[in-house]
């Protein structure tokens, strides 16, 4: 079993470039199957285990995919199957995004039901019903979901329950492919929304409103490849940003858009951190005397559920009492329990959590509950007392690039060793060294 072994105590100095947006690209790439003429050319494409799931799931749908430097080249000219597997559900419930695009293409898409998830129950239910108000027939059975139309969608007013990410892209790919208009109410209004509504204009497709809470679909008869590059990624540039922060740090996070960043950066001033807005990154100077405050997720433009761990992290090391509400997912506080371990002080009340600060934080072996969990653990291991040695890092995996390796390059203390005999497989900070490990265990 692989872990990250960091420890804490080094002040975070120098610049970190944030990649293409996660959260941006798998939408792409799913919507790169919609064309039926030319290729699709997708720039700034981070090299992570989710973008591995997409290309694969492309590629069994028939679709010719190439991934090299940061590239993503989809052909989608052949006629596509239109059955995505468990195998890659299991893997990534982004898989789920390739429905809208197949029922819109094709009058069919089957695709394997995903479950829920270490952060919530995460059910299905408005993308399905946006695609049933376009005329589709949905069949739920066997792990499966199966959706038909008898010929093109139809266009129709779809006014969602709630601002869902992936029902908003869902429906806005079916959408393009449609019959007539089709307008989404209540929509997310993500900067990934208006990136896949760029994109899928590029390819032809007529589209309005995107990033407000209406959004008005024109639909076309066919669609074009294109060639697009994919916004930074607001969460990793937010996870670096407390990482300065936390550390009492002086990073500058190249490529950060800070108009993306909104809520983070108010917080951060809030806690005293000093944060410039600069035209290509942001930079933050951290403090010696963080001050506690309080965080409600919400939709975008709210404050981003997955940046509320990596604020729980912080929020340990202020003055205070701070309070976190989570208010987009049901159960996103499991990695309260791991921080438990090093010497945190939180209360679970409901949907939200008090965290009493600060707390002398110190190094314990922590497993990552999810993506988001993993990073934070890691944000509180650089500043715990000893060691802190964090597992299960396919989940940090799925959604961070060279983590250890940019940490390090900052001036971090941290390295990744592979089971339990803790080899160093990559000695990234000359102070850790499987001879410092084994000299601290004695
Ligand atoms: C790949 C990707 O972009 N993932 C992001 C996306 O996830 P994802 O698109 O899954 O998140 P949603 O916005 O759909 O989910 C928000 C809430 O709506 C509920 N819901 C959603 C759909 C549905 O049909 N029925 C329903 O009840 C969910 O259970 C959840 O409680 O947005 C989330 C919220 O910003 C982020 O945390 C994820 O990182
Ligand atoms: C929850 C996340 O992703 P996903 O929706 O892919 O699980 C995340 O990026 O923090």
Request: with cysteine; aromatic share 4%.
């Given at each position: 079993?692989?872990?990250?072994?960091?420890?804490?105590?080094?002040?975070?100095?120098?610049?970190?470039?944030?990649?293409?947006?996660?959260?941006?690209?798998?939408?792409?790439?799913?919507?790169?199957?919609?064309?039926?003429?030319?290729?699709?050319?997708?720039?700034?494409?981070?090299?992570?285990?989710?973008?591995?799931?997409?290309?694969?799931?492309?590629?069994?749908?028939?679709?010719?995919?190439?991934?090299?430097?940061?590239?993503?080249?989809?052909?989608?000219?052949?006629?596509?199957?239109?059955?995505?597997?468990?195998?890659?559900?299991?893997?990534?419930?982004?898989?789920?995004?390739?429905?809208?695009?197949?029922l819109s293409r094709y009058g069919h898409a089957k695709v394997a039901m995903p479950g829920g998830c270490a952060i919530g129950s995460r059910p299905i239910d408005l993308h399905l019903k946006g695609f049933e108000a376009m005329g589709a027939e949905i069949h739920v059975g066997n792990g499966f979901v199966e959706a038909r139309s008898n010929g093109r969608l139809k266009g129709a007013k779809i006014y969602l329950d709630m601002p869902s990410v992936g029902a908003t892209e869902n429906i806005l790919m079916a959408a393009t492919l449609a019959e007539g208009q089709t307008i989404i109410e209540n929509c997310a209004k993500e900067p990934e929304i208006v990136d896949l509504a760029?994109?899928?204009?590029?390819?032809?497709?007529?589209?309005?409103?995107?990033?407000?809470?209406?959004?008005?679909?024109?639909?076309?008869?066919?669609?074009?490849?294109?060639e697009h590059n994919v916004i930074p990624d607001r969460i990793e540039a937010g996870t670096f940003m407390v990482a300065a922060a936390i550390t009492g740090g002086d990073v500058f996070v190249k490529n950060a858009m800070s108009e993306h960043l909104r809520p983070v950066i108010a917080k951060l001033r809030e806690m005293g951190v000093t944060v410039y807005e600069k035209e290509n990154g942001i930079h933050v100077i951290g403090t010696k005397e963080l001050k506690s405050t309080d965080i409600k997720t919400l939709p975008y433009p709210g404050f981003p559920?997955?940046?509320?761990?990596?604020?729980?992290?912080?929020?340990?090391?202020?003055?205070?009492?701070?309070?976190?509400?989570?208010?987009?997912?049901?159960?996103?506080?499991?990695?309260?329990?791991?921080?438990?371990?090093?010497?945190?002080?939180?209360?679970?009340?409901?949907?939200?959590?008090?965290?009493?600060?600060?707390?002398?934080?110190?190094?314990?072996?922590?497993?990552?509950?999810?993506?988001?969990?993993?990073?934070?653990?890691?944000?509180?291991?650089?500043?715990?007392?000893?060691?802190?040695?964090?597992?299960?890092?396919?989940?940090?995996?799925?959604?961070?690039?060279?983590?250890?390796?940019?940490?390090?390059?900052?001036?971090a203390d941290i390295t990744r060793v592979d089971d339990e005999k803790e080899k160093v497989i990559k000695s990234i900070s000359p102070s850790i060294t499987t001879d410092s490990i084994a000299a601290e265990l004695q």
């Open positions: 079993m692989e872990k990250i072994i960091v420890k804490g105590g080094k002040v975070l100095k120098g610049t970190v470039k944030v990649e293409g947006a996660k959260n941006a690209v798998l939408p792409v790439i799913a919507a790169s199957i919609l064309p039926s003429k030319g290729t699709s050319v997708i720039h700034d494409v981070p090299v992570l285990a989710d973008v591995f799931t997409i290309n694969e799931v492309l590629r069994n749908l028939n679709a010719d995919v190439e991934f090299a430097d940061n590239t993503v080249k989809v052909d989608a000219t052949k006629r596509m199957l239109t059955e995505a597997p468990f195998e890659y559900v299991r893997q990534m419930r982004a898989s789920v995004l390739v429905l809208g695009p197949l760029n994109f899928l204009n590029k390819m032809g497709a007529n589209i309005v409103g995107a990033g407000t809470e209406t959004i008005r679909i024109e639909g076309v008869e066919e669609l074009h490849g294109t559920t997955d940046m509320q761990s990596q604020m729980m992290a912080l929020m340990l090391c202020a003055e205070g009492t701070s309070v976190i509400t989570e208010t987009v997912f049901e159960n996103r506080f499991m990695h309260v329990e791991e921080f438990r371990r090093m010497n945190a002080k939180i209360k679970i009340e409901g949907r939200s959590v008090i965290i009493e600060g600060p707390v002398k934080l110190q190094g314990a072996e922590v497993a990552a509950t999810d993506l988001r969990a993993a990073a934070a653990l890691i944000l509180a291991g650089l500043v715990a007392e000893n060691y802190t040695r964090v597992t299960e890092l396919k989940h940090l995996d799925r959604g961070y690039v060279d983590f250890v390796e940019k940490l390090a390059a900052l001036g």
